[in-house]
Structure formats: structure tokens, C-alpha cells
């Protein structure tokens, strides 16, 4: 089992930027499939970005050109950049890990949750 704790919401203006981090422990983020989610309030929740095992990224199309997903396997901490934030970027933010190394944009596919972190995005 792995266990996810995010970091680096807050709230800031259009066109700023923030970092977000999650932090895992109980297992090495190495050979799970990691990624990025978002749910504004009504609203379904959603994939931003995900990277496999090996380190492949996808990038949802709202977000391409402006976020990043990174990870440190030495640290066994996911990052994602946000740049050029939005108003509609306004969302809480979630850290999942998918237990394979290879990865699917299916929320239900994603075996373990942290408890989100808000980002608000002010115009």
C-alpha cells in the first residue's frame, strides 16, 4: 500500500504559478503508474496528468503548455508546475497512484488517493 499526502495549494491570480508536491510513503512510487487530478465543485473529477513507471508523461489539453508532472524517485515525491494559472484551473487538487507502471486517464483505475489540496486562481 501507498500512502499520499499533497502539499502547495493556495490561492493566487491569474497568470501566476504554483507548485504542488505529493509525498508518498508504505511503498516506492517506482512501479506505479502516478497522476494528477482535479474536481471543481459540481463537477466530475477529472485527469490533469499522469506519468508511468519509466517516467512517460501525458498531459491533459486543458493544461498542456502550462503544467508540468514531474517526479523524484529518489524522494518518492510527485510534483506538478502549474504555470499560467487560470481562474478555471480553480479546483481541488488530487495525487493518485495506479498500481501498474503503465497508465489510463480512468479515475476508477487509480488504486489510492491523497486528501487533495485547494488551488484558487483569482482573475
Known amino acids: 500500500q501507498v500512502q499520499l499526502v499533497e502539499s502547495g495549494g493556495g490561492s493566487v491570480q491569474a497568470g501566476g504559478s504554483l507548485r504542488l508536491s505529493c509525498a508518498a510513503s508504505?511503498?516506492?512510487?517506482?512501479?506505479?503508474?502516478m497522476g494528477w487530478f482535479r474536481q471543481a465543485p459540481g463537477k466530475a473529477r477529472q485527469g490533469v496528468a499522469l506519468?508511468?513507471?519509466?517516467?512517460?508523461?501525458s498531459t491533459a489539453n486543458s493544461v498542456k503548455g502550462r503544467f508540468t508532472i514531474s517526479k523524484d524517485n529518489a524522494k518518492n515525491t510527485l510534483y506538478l508546475q502549474m504555470n499560467s494559472l487560470k481562474p478555471e484551473d480553480t479546483a481541488m487538487y488530487y495525487c493518485?497512484?495506479?498500481?501498474?507502471?503503465?497508465?489510463?486517464?480512468?479515475?476508477?483505475?487509480?488504486?489510492?488517493w491523497g486528501q487533495g489540496t485547494q488551488v484558487t486562481v483569482s482573475s
Open positions: 493518485a497512484a495506479r498500481s501498474s507502471d503503465w497508465c489510463t486517464w480512468q479515475v476508477e483505475s487509480y488504486n489510492y
Open positions: 506519468i508511468s513507471g519509466v517516467g512517460t508523461t
Open positions: 508504505g511503498d516506492t512510487i517506482r512501479t506505479y503508474c
